[in-house]
């Protein structure tokens, strides 16, 4: 996108255009690339290096995108990358992202932050200590669908919340990824790969979660990948993959979410959020769309409701972009680590109760993300500016 548009915006506001912030991408693997064509839109972020640990995968993508690609070790030794977007598996986000903080960047992992809750702790304290920023996906939550639920909730439109559903099933990765053994390693599974869309959003519309339980099986010992190109290879399966939880909000709300690769088919919705006043159908979390659906009190039917907000496209990488803005010119950006930490702290607790067959305190709190501004650009416009 044009750097005038930019230029524009600033001027009227009686603001300089600021430097873009250098960025360098970690892990050149299957959901890279959505990210690198995004972030080379915004003229807040300059794209410059990508790295993996294998160099036929980064010159893949530098190709691909007009990037330098190198080692992991030259990204990080690059003095002029102020952030890091960390794209690895998740068993290696802790590394990675500790590695990019003691070099003096800033970071933005994939979900989840961390596979241990420790190294989450390590993460945001180091962060700290260092006075650098620390964000995480899923970022879906900025985007046109679960920002319009945002402010249907917060105007009042089903009332006080009272309850909440979220239903992931599928029947796992293993048919289609083109490297799933992951997905059932320690740190995957259908909890810690699709669960942080869920919470996320049920998160920063409805606040803390403040007590689970829950209940997790692992159905089948192995499962056989059918996609290119390691078909017909046997993954051992190290980590639940059926897991239910019961949340307890800090708000007195009760939610359950159930996340499933054991399920070949369901008819249940994504989301749901019921209050006193009617009911809220979201959309899918994974997602930055509609449609979003509600049904007031007494109301014999569902009425869909007119996205408020932009970003209705594939805009994986805005909440990098919306930590970018906080590194130039300060406050809170909203994908952030803190947000990303009770939410895996939520994760480990519906797993620790599933195996001790007890409620579990969360410890960890959070703030509600700031809304997006409502009348953000259209696409095709200069993205990625907080009004």
């Not at 598996?89 to 596979?115: F, I, Q, R």
């Not at 700290?128 to 917060?154: H, I, M, S, W, Y």
């Not at 006043?277 to 039917?301: Q, Y």
């Amino acid at each position: 996108m044009a750097n005038s548009v930019l230029a524009q915006y600033c001027s009227e506001r009686g603001e300089t255009t600021l430097e873009p912030v250098r960025v360098g991408v970690i892990g050149c693997g299957n959901i890279s690339g959505i990210y690198l064509r995004n972030l080379q839109t915004s003229s807040r972020l300059e794209v410059v290096a990508c790295a993996d640990i294998d160099m036929e995968r980064a010159y893949a993508r530098g190709n691909e995108f007009g990037v330098a690609a190198c080692t992991v070790e030259e990204l990080l030794a690059d003095e002029s990358i102020e952030l890091v977007v960390n794209l690895t598996v998740p068993k290696a986000h802790a590394e990675v992202a500790l590695a990019a903080l003691e070099a003096g960047k800033s970071v933005y992992n994939e979900k989840p932050l961390a596979v241990e809750l420790a190294d989450g702790a390590r993460i945001l304290e180091e962060a700290e200590r260092r006075g650098l920023l620390v964000g995480c996906a899923p970022d879906t939550f900025l985007g046109a669908g679960l920002q319009t639920c945002r402010k249907l909730v917060d105007d009042g439109w089903i009332g006080e919340p009272v309850g909440a559903t979220a239903f992931m099933m599928s029947p796992g990765h293993e048919g289609w990824h083109p490297n799933p053994a992951f997905y059932y390693e320690v740190g995957g599974g259908p909890l810690f790969d699709m669960g942080p869309y869920y919470l996320t959003a049920l998160v920063s519309i409805m606040g803390p979660i403040a007590r689970v339980t829950g209940s997790a099986r692992a159905t089948f010992p192995f499962r056989t990948i059918t996609s290119a190109p390691r078909y017909g290879e046997r993954v051992k399966v190290e980590t639940p993959t059926h897991v239910t939880g019961l949340m307890e909000f800090a708000t007195g709300a009760i939610g359950t979410i159930i996340t499933s690769f054991d399920v070949w088919g369901a008819n249940l919705p994504y989301l749901e959020i019921y209050g006193t006043e009617g009911s809220l159908s979201l959309p899918d979390p994974n997602h930055f769309k509609g449609p979003v659906r509600v049904r007031r009190a007494h109301a014999s039917e569902w009425h869909e409701i007119p996205l408020t907000h932009g970003y209705p496209e594939n805009s994986r990488g805005l909440g990098v972009v919306d930590m970018a803005i906080a590194l130039r010119e300060g406050g809170a950006h909203r994908a952030s680590g803190q947000l990303a930490y009770h939410v895996l702290d939520v994760m480990h607790a519906i797993l620790r109760a599933a195996e001790e067959g007890r409620h579990i305190t969360v410890d960890s709190t959070c703030e509600r993300p700031e809304p997006m501004p409502i009348h953000s650009p259209r696409s095709g416009s200069e993205p990625w500016i907080r009004v």
